[in-house]
């Protein structure tokens, strides 16, 4: 068992398996030494999502539980980019959320910190990362988030 494996398995957590792309793109570029990983959205490991907006149905916990879900596909695009070795990951570089918003939301950095927080636990230092967080008016499939990546790795 990986040390990710065991951080996930310790927070009851589970890697989804990588995702398909839902379009015309590729669900990771790598130039360099960066690693772009596409917009992930709240697909659980059993296939279950979290839909609908935020402020509107949606309360901020269910929303961090959503952006926690999309760091996780974010981790599974990176465990298939890096052939399962986490070691080439040299740092999150920046997270990128979409928080599916009522107008008067406002509270969407307190949403993407569910992936924030997934990614300095499982990565430690190497997981501290710039970012931003929007709310936007709609996202693809009522998502609740959407968030994207970029990493360094070691060439």
Do not use: C
Not at 2 to 11: M, P, W
Not at 71 to 95: C, E, H, S, T
Not at 103 to 115: L, S
């Amino acid at each position: 068992m990986s040390a990710i494996d065991t951080i996930l398995d310790k927070q009851g957590l589970t890697l989804p398996e990588a995702k398909a792309p839902l379009g015309a793109y590729v669900p990771f570029v790598q130039t360099g030494n960066l690693l772009m990983v596409s917009g992930q959205g709240p697909i659980g490991a059993s296939g279950a999502t979290i839909t609908g907006r935020l402020g509107d149905g949606l309360e901020i916990e269910d929303g961090t539980r959503a952006a926690q879900m999309a760091g996780l596909n974010i981790v599974a695009q990176l465990k298939l980019a890096l052939d399962g070795d986490f070691d080439k990951l040299v740092r999150v570089v920046r997270l990128n959320g979409f928080v599916n918003s009522a107008p008067d939301f406002t509270h969407q950095p307190a949403v993407i910190n569910g992936a924030s927080e997934l990614m300095h636990d499982l990565f430690g230092e190497r997981g501290i990362h710039s970012r931003i967080a929007v709310g936007v008016a709609s996202l693809p499939m009522n998502w609740a988030v959407e968030i994207d990546a970029i990493i360094e790795v070691a060439e």
